[in-house]
């Protein structure tokens, strides 16, 4: 066992299976609540300073930055002059550089250091030095910008005005290089690869809105990406961060793409998808997956999906409460696009359940009535964002298993109630799939873990499913 990792070995190799499955963490502890909140970010480096920066006319400006050189300083005051990155490895800043200029001067999480040296040290030198740190920071006014717009700027590459996938890969790269709950990764580069890239996809599925593979610092502000990242640096295990970074969600989600892609070449087609959630999903509904009526495959091989198709898939499914799914779902239904959902099309769907406990009539008296739309002879996507309903709506047009749980209900399958006092009312439904499915699939002793017979990935390679 080269991680000491005593679970993995539960990872049998007697499956004759080999496709592999990642690693599991060596420790899983139940997630204890954290008084921290996702939505708390620390201070800033001396929040008066900034605000008198950003608030006063420029000679009381000057003023007040020489003010802060003459208190930063001190930071650069040792033999070097500064701070170097050791020899050729780029792949995180020296700890010293860590914990001083990117930690507790610029306020950043240190798996920002390798990305906040190289937009510093501009000419690849090496060395960051008292000079350039200042003409970075302080002469390009970072220093008074709030915390996300800074994270842009250093990810950004100069000539564009947007975020693409790729800019992530460095603080990703970094993050897995030097997080303690991500450890046990180091000798499975593959599967570093996949988390890096899993993670990505969520973060463009949730804040990336418009869905161009462009994220801007508009849709970046109004995001939680952030807050997320000030907690994952923060905390010694990815799995209490419920946004993006758990690496349980990531091994989850992976695991799921595994047991559909039959043949395992990476692609899944028309029918491995029938095969989801053991059969769950009608099978006009995969159709107009795969005519992506909701969302457009990045897979290059005509009629398959890939692995970021699938994570949106996933997440779409089974995150049906988020904003981003409703939209999904929506375009999914509305078979002509006219943003308009009619019975007729509701219907089209319905007949589609090879059993039918009721008659389609009753349930549209059922879907109107949970929705409530504004005018009855059809439902906007509108009304679907305003109603905590939605998700059965989805689920009832869907899901083979669960029209016929609905019909069991004299009313809706989920109480509101139980999702009040609830701490992420809104990640309920999403947490719930992912333990459950988590638990079993430490149960299953079919799998195996070790990715010895996968061929070592360079991480020096761009990772070729992220597209610009
Ligand atoms: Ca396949
Ligand atoms: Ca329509």
Known sequence: ?????DNADASSSSSNSFYTFPPLPPIILPRSPSNQEEGNIPPLF????????????????????????????????????????????????????????????CQLPSFFSAALFRKIDIKSSGIVTRDKFIRYWVDRDMLTMDTVTQMYRILKQPDHEYLSQVDFKPVLQELLETHPG???????????????????YRIFYHINRRGNGRLSLREL?????????????????TDGVLRYFSYKQFYVIYRKFGEVDANHDFLIDQGDLLTYGDGALTSRIVARIFEQA????????????????????????EDKSSEPSVEYWFKLL????????????????????????????????QIIDMIAPEREEYITLRDLKRSDLSRIVFEVLSNRGKLLAFDDRV????????????QHPDLIEWLRFVDKEFESMLIDAEFIS????????DWGEPIEEMHD
């Open 46 to 105: 001396d929040p008066p300073l900034q605000l008198a920066l950003r608030n006063h006319h420029e000679i009381m400006r000057q003023s007040l930055k020489e003010q802060y050189i003459l208190r930063i300083s001190h930071f650069f005051d040792n033999p070097l002059g500064g701070f170097r990155i050791n020899g050729v490895k780029w792949t995180y800043a020296d700890a010293e550089f860590k914990s001083v200029i990117t930690k507790k001067v």
């Open 450 to 457: 070790s990715s010895e017979d996968e061929p070592m990935e």
């Open 1 to 5: 066992m080269e991680t000491g990792n």
């Open 411 to 422: 009313r809706f399958p989920l109480p509101r109630r139980r999702l009040q006092g609830h």
């Open 182 to 200: 991500l450890e046990f990764l180091k000798t499975k580069p593959n599967f570093q690869k996949r988390y890096a890239e899993t993670v990505i």
């Open 334 to 365: 509305d078979l002509d696009g006219n943003g308009k959902l009619t019975p007729g099309e509701m219907r089209y769907f319905y007949e589609d359940h090879a059993k039918k406990p009721v008659s389609f009539e009753m349930i549209l008296c």
């Open 221 to 237: 502000k109004r995001g939680n990406l952030i807050p997320a990242m000030q907690r994952v640096d923060d905390e010694e295990d």
């Open 294 to 317: 909701p969302r457009k495959f990045t897979c290059e091989v005509a009629r398959h999906m890939n692995y970021e198709d699938f994570v949106y898939f996933l997440i779409s499914v």
